[in-house]
């Protein structure tokens, strides 16, 4: 996390955990799964006699909005193949803490800080409080989600196997725009959709500013091209073809603080460091 104190690890069961480093204690563990939901639809029998005793109009609204969580759930469900997680991280902006995950759901999961949650009176114990437990889910990929990037204050970008991007608000949980991969040939077989795949997204903070437009975006993928694209507008403004041989694939980029020096690394171990002054 932000803190440097707290270890995130996200695993092929879709659940997010929270370790403490200095003891290795599993301090929390979040799932987006009915397990979750299940329990806050259903508390545990001393919580339903108080919530029987209770006619306000706040814990019906609370029970409806639980149980539609419940079937909503429900009803998304898949098996244990599409729960896979391939990226976690940590979200820090003032009063807005969560942990975001991605993966095989095809959705960005939003879980609250729990300690950020449990600060606050009757958290544990309160269906106003258990409800800040529930987690965001925002949906708008049609295949795996296989990166992403955050951007201070709120913005969030996520990269998937069909080659979309799609960059989020997170303070609205709306999608502000989406990259599309290049028009060509459709995509209509498996090694089709694979070489469009977006293995890694950045974005060139320091840059922007420089540039005075929209919020750049760098992506690469399994083609073999380094992207650069327009968070406003969804253009690909400039690509860079042969970033790698035939065959191999750009799997990772990392930008430095000023954003005109831009790291590669290829799926056959190589780095290539990009000058993008130019850009």
Not at 81 to 100: C, D, K, M, P, S
Request: aromatic share 6%; glycine share 8%; hydrophobic share 40%.
């Amino acid at each position: 996390d932000s803190s440097g104190r707290r270890l995130l690890t996200g695993a092929a069961d879709g659940v997010v955990r929270l370790w403490n480093f200095s003891s290795g204690e599993l301090m929390h563990e979040m799932d987006s799964s009915t397990e979750l939901a299940a329990e806050i639809a259903a508390p545990p029998p001393r919580r339903a006699a108080d919530k029987a005793a209770s006619a306000s109009a706040t814990s019906a609204a609370f029970a409806a909005a639980a149980n539609a969580t419940a079937a909503a759930l429900a009803a998304d469900k898949d098996d244990d193949a599409t729960r896979e997680l391939t990226g976690v991280l940590h979200i820090n902006q003032g009063a807005f803490q969560y942990f975001a995950s991605v993966g095989w759901s095809r959705e960005l999961v939003l879980h609250p800080d729990p300690l950020k949650v449990s600060k606050q009176p009757g958290s544990s114990t309160t269906a106003s409080g258990r409800a800040l437990l529930v987690p965001r889910r925002l949906k708008g990929h049609k295949e795996d989600i296989l990166c992403m990037a955050f951007c201070p204050p709120n913005l969030l970008a996520t990269g998937s196997y069909d080659g979309t991007i799609l960059v989020w608000n997170l303070q609205s949980a709306t999608l502000k725009s989406k990259l599309l991969p290049p028009t060509g040939v459709a995509a209509t077989s498996a090694p089709q959709l694979h070489s469009r795949s977006v293995e890694a997204v950045v974005f060139l903070e320091s840059r922007n500013a420089l540039l005075r437009e929209a919020l750049v975006v760098a992506s690469c993928g399994a083609d073999g091209c380094l992207r650069f694209w327009s968070s406003r507008s969804g253009e690909c403004m400039h690509t860079v073809e042969g970033a790698c041989p035939p065959g191999d694939s750009v799997q990772s980029l990392c930008a430095e603080t000023t954003s005109t020096i831009l790291v590669s690394g290829d799926s056959a171990g190589r780095l290539k460091v990009w000058d993008l002054a130019r850009l």
